[in-house]
């Protein structure tokens, strides 16, 4: 879809970052488990033969079991990014060239990389746009993707770059760079302060993914 475009139900989403309703939030919240169903049942083939692993499966892998084996080993493996880059073409726009440039990057490159990017973010936030460049520097890696491995590391400050986030957040023309992240983060990270206590960057990214997730499937109805 074309970058001056809004994707099929966001505006649900614009709508939403407009409301300083914090209950209108939390309904919202409530039903992300309703927003992962619809998002597994839309996938097209292509997107369901990308894993055995279902995408809920893949959702809940990412928010409950990967950071708790990244927090130990400081590192990301290369079959973990090849489940993370199945997690972003099911919940995206599906891009099926990405997957096979992942595969091109050797173990111990993704390793070494992955490690040095997670010290750099853990050293200080202000180092994003330094482990950015280095994420980058792998196959199939550009700034969506590298805050999609950030955000697993430190959920509270690095948001995931969803389309759907970016077309409420920041408005259009839609583009993957690092400075239009920046300014992504920010808006998201004043949004969170303005929810106030339990809100971050991540919660307010995947309510907005839910918001118009649900629009989404009310217009396919």
């Known amino acids: 879809m074309a970058p001056n475009k809004l994707r099929p139900g966001v505006e649900s989403a614009v709508e939403l970052w407009k409301s300083r309703d914090s209950a209108k939030w939390e309904e919202f ?15 097209k083939n292509s997107q369901i033969k ?20 990244i927090a130990t080993k400081k590192v990301i493996t290369l079959q973990q ?10 919940r995206g726009q599906f891009r099926p060239t990405l997957m096979g440039l992942i595969k091109r990057n050797s173990p111990s490159c993704v390793e070494e990389v992955t490690s040095k990017a997670i010290a750099l973010v853990e050293e200080s936030i202000e180092n994003i746009s330094d482990a ?6 792998l196959h199939g890696v550009g700034p969506a993707t590298a805050s999609l491995i950030l955000s697993v590391i430190l959920p509270d400050q690095v948001p995931f770059m969803s389309d759907e986030a ?14 239009r992240y920046v300014k992504f983060q920010k808006a998201l990270s004043s949004k969170a302060d303005e929810l106030g206590n339990g809100w971050n960057v991540n919660l307010v990214e995947k309510v907005l993914y839910t918001a118009a997730v649900l629009r989404r499937d009310e217009i396919n109805q």
């Open 50 to 69: 990308l894993s055995h692993h279902s995408f809920i499966e893949d959702d809940k892998w990412k928010e409950d079991n990967l950071p708790k084996n």
């Open 81 to 90: 990014l090849e489940r993370l880059m199945v997690w972003k073409l099911r």
């Open 29 to 43: 919240c409530n039903s992300y488990e309703d927003s992962r169903v619809i998002t597994q049942r839309l996938l």
């Open 166 to 179: 970016m077309d409420a957040s920041i408005g259009l023309p839609r583009s993957y760079t690092n400075s």
């Open 132 to 137: 950015f460049k280095v994420l980058e520097s």
